[in-house]
């Protein structure tokens, strides 16, 4: 499962909700992202460091842009369902798709966002799931 890459980054390597997120799905998923890659979404933490869209969704749509996206993502017939899914999903769960509302629920102090990023890995896990075996 992705949310079993998780704890080398978030408290071993105390990267945020977003660097974890993508780089355990790049591990999961086998992306071949670079070392140097993980770092575009740094900002994304704290829903871009002022507590709007949840930086967790947003590395997730990234990895969904990664294997779904093969050169623009208007060009792509996949993005746009995965992504709309993402976030539905999201707001079905949390009521939100902002840090703010999410960090509300489901933060704490002694381990920060963990439960919003497994949440966000479950998610993303379903989309995928979901979305591979309609084109099956």
Do not use: W
Request: proline share 1%.
């Amino acid at each position: 499962m992705l949310k079993d890459e998780i704890g080398k980054y978030y408290f071993e390597g105390n990267y945020n909700c977003a660097e974890t997120i993508l780089r355990a799905g790049n591990d999961y998923y086998e992306l071949g992202l670079h070392d140097r890659d993980m770092i575009l979404v740094g900002v994304y933490g704290a829903g871009i460091q002022c507590g709007n869209t949840c930086g967790a969704i947003l590395a997730a749509a990234g990895i969904l842009s990664m294997k779904y996206v093969e050169s623009k993502a208007h060009e792509s017939e996949h993005i746009k369902i995965v992504g709309t899914e993402l976030i539905r999903k999201f707001n079905l769960k949390y009521g939100s798709t902002l840090c703010k509302d999410i960090k509300a629920q489901s933060f704490k102090p002694e381990y920060r966002c963990l439960k919003t990023v497994e949440a966000a890995c479950d998610i993303l896990e379903e989309v995928i799931q979901e979305y591979e075996a309609a084109r099956a």
